[in-house]
């Protein structure tokens, strides 16, 4: 029987993190070739080229410095080089370059293969509404798509440190060969069939983590932030609800849910720069560049992509954190005026027996 080739769409901080598993679980095990590719968007560092770099020192010292890559993960700077002959296509770039590769790519890859995103974040689609990243895959290349999302910051990946992930994968098949690709001793995956849900908490929980840092920055406490995280959790349920009825709410206390809410809201880029948006007075795409050398803050554009369709269906005041996050990103707001905006949530009104509406 052939072996299942594996190529990895994205080499930044946690493209870098995830092939440093990949790579050691291809080379360990037989069902998968050795080698495996990493699509590299090409850029000089220091005169020399990335792939290059990458190539000969096994390690990416942009996005994942102090971190040695297997060395079976060879870096290719053309994606259609990169992809072409994978029977496993690993999505791992940030969501706003999702389309332009998609298009690179499409009718030039195994009509065979299976994608796996890794991207949080949204599509716009056309008339106004969102559209998963793992759908607009399965639209461009014509390949069924699962997700894998969990509390899993890159740099603690990277570092072997414990940790969860959910994959969501319909195809009952797929399952133990997506979690064997994946699986170590310290990165413990779970499967879950519920996909679309699994996506919609990684992406949506990077609009939490915005509001995580402004509570941040403003001072207010751990309480506060505890109520900003339960409010978003709250609209995050609520936003799968209306949207994608028939999700199941077990999949909310998966890694993909509570437990990657709480990393980002903590520990994450998102936070960490809309802090500094309240302390600084810079705005947001001042600080990504200042602050994260190339990364791609999430966040605010995914607020932006969920603020479009929720005004388009007049549901703005239904997802009051959501909507503040968001204006307060675009300068609408002042970051002062979040607190404002959640004291009269949803989730504060009684009903007339006095319990809360949930
Ligand atoms: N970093 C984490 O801890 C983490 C964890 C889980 C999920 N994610 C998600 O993974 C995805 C990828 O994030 P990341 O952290 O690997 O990336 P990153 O933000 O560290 O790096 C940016 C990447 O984008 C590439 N890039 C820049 N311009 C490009 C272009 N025009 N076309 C194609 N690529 C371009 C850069 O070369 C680099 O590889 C995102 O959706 C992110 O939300 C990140």
Redesign the pocket.
């Known amino acids: 029987m052939s072996k299942t080739s594996v190529c990895i769409v994205?080499?930044?901080?946690?493209?870098s993190a995830i092939a440093k598993i990949v790579g050691v679980n291809a080379k360990r095990l037989p069902q998968y070739e050795d080698k495996v590719t990493m699509y590299c968007?090409e850029?000089m560092i220091e005169g020399k080229k990335l792939t290059e770099i990458i190539n000969t020192t096994h390690e990416n010292v942009k996005?994942l410095p102090g971190h040695k890559l297997p060395e079976n993960i060879v870096a290719i700077p053309d994606v259609v080089e990169a992809a072409k002959d994978a029977d496993i296509l690993i999505f791992?770039?940030?969501?706003q370059?999702i389309k332009?590769?998609g298009a690179q790519m499409s009718g030039k890859i195994k009509s065979s293969a299976i994608g796996l995103s890794?991207?949080?974040?949204f599509d716009v689609a056309e008339g106004g509404g969102i559209q998963l990243i793992s759908h607009l895959i399965t639209k461009h290349l014509s390949i069924p798509c699962a997700v894998l999302m969990g509390a899993?910051?890159?740099n603690e990946v990277a570092d072997e440190k414990f940790c969860e992930t959910t994959i969501g994968v319909k195809d009952k098949k797929m399952a133990p060969i997506l979690r064997d690709l994946f699986q170590t001793p310290n990165f413990r995956v779970v499967v879950s069939d519920d996909v679309d849900a699994v996506e919609i908490c990684g992406a949506l929980k990077n609009i939490v983590a915005c509001g995580a840092g402004f509570v941040d920055g403003l001072g207010l406490g751990d309480n506060t932030k505890a109520a900003v995280i339960r409010l978003g959790l709250m609209e995050m349920i609520k936003f799968v609800d209306v949207f994608y009825p028939g999700s199941k709410l077990a999949t909310f206390f998966e890694s993909c849910g509570i437990a990657d809410l709480i990393t980002t809201c903590y520990g994450g880029r998102n936070r960490k720069c809309s802090e500094a948006f309240v302390t600084s007075g810079k705005s947001i795409a001042d600080l990504e560049k200042e602050m994260l050398n190339?990364?791609?803050l999430?966040g605010p554009i995914t607020a932006e992509e969920v603020n479009h369709m929720l005004k388009g269906k007049s549901m703005e005041e239904k997802f009051p954190l959501f909507t503040a996050i968001h204006k307060i990103c675009i300068g609408q707001i002042k970051p002062d005026q979040l607190i404002d905006c959640i004291r009269s949530h949803p989730e504060h009104m009684d009903c007339s027996d006095g319990f809360s509406k949930l």
């Open positions: 994205g080499s930044g901080n946690w493209g968007f850029e996005y791992v770039i940030p969501h370059f332009g590769l890794l991207i949080k974040g899993n910051l890159a190339g990364q791609k999430q």
